[in-house]
């Protein structure tokens, strides 16, 4: 029995013969299953191979189909991240856009220009043509004599004869109304609120008008 059974294992191996087809000959277990022929046990095995081959396939194919998920997801949060960030761009630059305010017409800045000057003086409050002034009343006080001469010495003399106007006597004359805004503005406790206002603007006017001579 022994001879026999060595003598079939050396055709075996001499003949291509697969162990496991021997091994099934003799009862021996492969893939723990037990093949009752040669050619059931070389099926097993081959099955067994076959099995082995897919399993490693298709957890390749999951692994792949993992990677390009994970990749379509990353590509996906960048893609909204991105859009994010445009629309915020875009939000913004709208609302800066809302507050800029389209240049003034030349119109417009003529009419700015203008607020806050000093009212022209009416010809009868300041005659055109001989230079006299009509003073208000705060401003007849004696405390301001000194103004009422130098600024009543200025226009006439301005009006009588232009060319000989100079910018000696124009400059005394501004600095006489800024000293007379001055005492006018110490003594305003002495004088009614529309008094004082009266006088502080007709001063500021012979000003404005002094500049346009």
């Not at 008094?195 to 500049?211: C, G, N, P, R, V």
Request: charged share 20%.
């Amino acid at each position: 029995m022994r001879l026999a059974a060595l003598t079939l294992l050396t055709l075996s191996i001499l003949g291509g013969c697969p162990l496991a087809a021997f091994g099934q000959f003799f009862g021996m277990p492969y893939g723990g299953y037990y093949a009752s022929t040669a050619g059931e046990g070389y099926a097993i095995g081959m099955a067994d191979m076959v099995r082995s081959a897919g399993m490693a396939t298709l957890m390749t194919s999951k692994a792949a189909g993992n990677v390009e998920d994970a990749r379509s997801k990353y590509i996906d949060n960048v893609m909204k991240s991105t859009q994010a960030y445009i629309d915020r761009e875009r939000m913004l630059q709208s609302y800066q856009d809302s507050l800029r305010r389209p240049p003034p017409t030349s119109e417009q800045l003529y009419r700015m220009a203008q607020i806050g000057l000093p009212q022209a003086l009416s010809a009868s409050q300041l005659d055109p043509v001989s230079g006299k002034i009509a003073w208000p009343v705060v401003l007849r006080d004696d405390a301001f004599e000194s103004y009422r001469q130098t600024a009543q010495e200025f226009f006439q003399e301005a009006t009588a004869k232009p060319e000989t106007f100079s910018y000696d006597s124009y400059n005394q004359f501004q600095q006489a109304s800024s000293d007379c805004l001055g005492e006018l503005k110490a003594r305003i406790k002495d004088y009614r609120p529309n008094d004082y206002i009266q006088a502080k603007k007709f001063i500021e006017s012979l000003t404005y008008a002094a500049q346009h001579m």
